[in-house]
């Protein structure tokens, strides 16, 4: 046996343990939010109890399957009035142009989903004073029920 095929066949082996154990350790924060959720409250949902751990949960997946570039050629072309629905933790706000936006609604059906929203903006990423100009809104809102006050539906992300 070639010292080559060891080379090579231990560093197959390294990446699928490594891969293996970055997608096993967020699916633990998964189970642990879902272990401590009380189903029997009113209005409680799903993204509510997962809002803490999503992103963990799924950053390693979504850079394996190039989201980052698909969400940069989808809110690439964006400008003006953007209204986003079902915006969760706000895994899209890096990727927007905000020198192209009027403003940026940011709408959920979570809470939890949301509060996380408005901490990347605010907290982690500052783009309140990067965009100063850009009105921007987080609001709780159900897709299902969303009409413009025509009755048409809205222009959406």
Same mark, same amino acid.
């Given at each position: ?93 890096? =990727?927007?142009?905000? %020198?192209?936006?009027?403003? &940026? ?6 809470? @939890?989903?949301?509060?996380? !929203? ?12 990067? =965009?100063?100009?850009? %009105?921007?809104?987080?609001? &709780? ?6 009409? @413009?006050?025509?009755?048409? !539906?809205?222009?959406?992300?």
């Amino acid at each position: 046996m070639k010292l080559q095929h060891v080379l090579m066949g231990s560093a197959a082996f390294a990446a699928s343990v490594y891969s293996g154990y970055m997608y096993a350790k967020p699916m633990k924060a998964v189970q642990q939010a879902a272990a401590t959720a009380d189903d029997g409250a009113p209005g409680s949902c799903a993204f509510d109890r997962l809002a803490g751990v999503y992103d963990s949960v799924v950053g390693s997946e979504e850079r394996f399957m190039f989201y980052g570039l698909l969400r940069w050629w989808l809110l690439r072309n964006a400008q003006g009035d953007v209204l986003e629905i079902s915006a969760g933790t706000g895994r899209n706000l890096p =990727q927007y142009k905000y %020198s192209q936006l009027s403003s &940026l609604t940011l709408t959920d059906i979570s809470q @939890a989903m949301l509060q996380q !929203a408005r901490k990347k903006y605010f907290d982690e990423l500052q783009l309140q004073y990067k =965009q100063p100009d850009v %009105s921007v809104k987080f609001l &709780l809102a159900d897709a299902e029920h969303m009409l @413009a006050p025509d009755g048409a !539906a809205p222009v959406t992300v």
